[in-house]
């Protein structure tokens, strides 16, 4: 393998996982500023009301993002097992 190849691939992979972990990202800000806007609003600071919606939240994208990231994870590796028969032919 080339340097640039190398530098490809790991380019690859970072905007991959970049790409696979936004929608749990923005889940999960959107989640807290809602949570945080409530919070400030009625003075409540309680550990649990931050936490769980929060991570009720990134279950549900999860369900629903599921098939979409399982897509893109099996093209990548497609994609990454294609290219490596080819460089090694």
Known sequence: MTP????????DMMTLA???ATPFLLGAVAASLLIGL???ATRINDLTL???PRFLVVLLVLYAAAS???GRMTASIERAAATAGHIRE
Do not use: H, K, M
Not at 4 to 11: E, I, P, S
């Open 4 to 11: 640039d190849n190398v530098v490809g691939v790991a380019r």
């Open 18 to 20: 970049l790409t696979l």
């Open 38 to 40: 409530f919070q400030a």
């Open 50 to 52: 931050s936490f769980v």
């Open 68 to 70: 979409w990231a399982g």
